[in-house]
């Protein structure tokens, strides 16, 4: 079965963001509160400008001696970062997560941000998929579900 | 097949470490630097104090306005934290950090830290073990190991 971001996923919802002009201390105070390790920045028509992440805040802002309260996301965020669709597979989604090491990336959908997949949620489905076909391979074999 | 956390995960590595009273600044040094996500805590006889995340930098530092060049890691680090044997099944270690949120664990063989798990490792170990059970149904399936 081919799983697709949404709905197999995730589903749409609020996503958060900050402005490019927002600072680091924002986005790390953002990321406790909500408990989440990644944040999008947004202009102000609503689209994806870029991606923060705690890795971002760890290397290019604490890593380097910056102020937190000084530095704005516009100068650490990764810009115009990779996007999926809602209608991607979850497994090639999963694939591109694994090879590229992101492990978090936004759901844009007519030009606008509508979700944020992790690769945790795409594992999860994976493995049960995974666990799910060799369940039916077995259930083949062994014949309790096809008559001999 | 069981696979052990070491040899099929990972090796017994030199791990790097720095002291309780070492500074959140130096942690993002190194991570950045050694392109890791966790570093482990140790005492001066080697002994696993605590470990301290990309996590921990920003919601324990940056979040709270702490001055990371004055911020030590014992005020900060998780201490005592949970840890893996060499010969734990992988399986499950995957399914510890998994439900516990775990992204890291270190692995400890007589009192003393020899190597760090990462949940992608153990991931990708998983993974091709349960493709390589579907594969190895598959084939007595159909037959082309077996003479029907």
Do not use: W
Not at 20 to 30: F, Q, V
Not at 93 to 102: C, D, I, N, V
């Amino acid at each position: 079965m081919q799983r697709k971001i949404i709905p197999d996923v995730t589903q749409k919802s609020v996503v958060i963001s900050l402005a490019p002009n927002d600072t680091a201390t924002m986005a790390a105070k953002i990321m406790k509160e909500k408990n989440i390790a990644a944040i999008l920045v947004t202009g102000k028509s609503g689209k994806l400008d870029g991606i923060v992440t705690e890795r971002d805040l760890t290397r290019r802002v604490m890593a380097q001696g910056l102020n937190p309260d000084e530095t704005t996301l516009k100068k650490i965020m990764t810009k115009d970062p990779d996007t999926l669709a809602p209608a991607d597979s979850a497994g090639e989604a999963l694939e591109l997560m694994r090879t590229r090491s992101f492990r978090h990336l936004p759901i844009v959908e007519n030009g606008l941000p509508v979700a944020m997949v992790s690769i945790r949620d795409l594992y999860s489905v994976m493995k049960s998929d995974l666990e799910h076909e060799i369940r039916e391979t077995e259930a083949f074999v062994f014949g309790d579900r096809y008559s001999a």
